[in-house]
């Protein structure tokens, strides 16, 4: 009876410790894995928007060669920053708003700039790990 009663007893604690590890070693590696995938989203973003200012820097070479007015010019660069500043907050904040509400404390950014500045430090510090490696 005892012996039967400590293996019962021992089978629920393993138990217990299985599901406790199990949460643990779960959260670990999900917030690891939304880290990561947080960074190369932004990275992703980054690289988007920076394509899009290239773009309009050759649209903008073009109109020079096709010798239009240099109003015209400014006028369309003027356009393209307003477009351009709001797509960079559009992005962001439906970023944002599309983390799920248990990682949103992970969220250290809240609009373009911020995120730009946050990737900048994390790419900096993957960068001084590797040479201290």
């Not at 400590?6 to 643990?24: D, E, I, K, P, S």
């Not at 590696?29 to 190369?40: E, K, P, R």
């Not at 309009?56 to 060669?65: A, D, H, P, T, V």
Request: hydrophobic share 40%; proline share 1%.
């Amino acid at each position: 009876m005892e012996t039967t009663l400590f293996t019962l007893m021992v089978f629920v604690c393993g138990m217990l410790f299985n599901a406790v590890w199990g949460y643990a070693l779960g959260l670990g590696f999900g917030i690891n894995t939304f880290q990561t995938c947080m960074i190369n989203s932004l990275t992703l973003l980054a690289k988007n928007v920076q394509s899009v200012y290239e773009i309009q820097q050759l649209k903008y070479m073009s109109y020079e060669i096709l010798e239009r007015d240099q109003k015209y010019i400014e006028f369309q660069k003027k356009i393209d920053e307003k477009e351009l500043k709001s797509l960079k907050n559009t992005l962001i904040r439906d970023y944002i708003n599309s983390i799920p509400s248990r990682y949103n404390h992970m969220v250290q950014f809240h609009d373009w700039d911020s995120a730009m500045n946050y990737l900048n430090n994390i790419l900096k510090e993957r960068a001084n790990d590797k040479d201290n490696r």
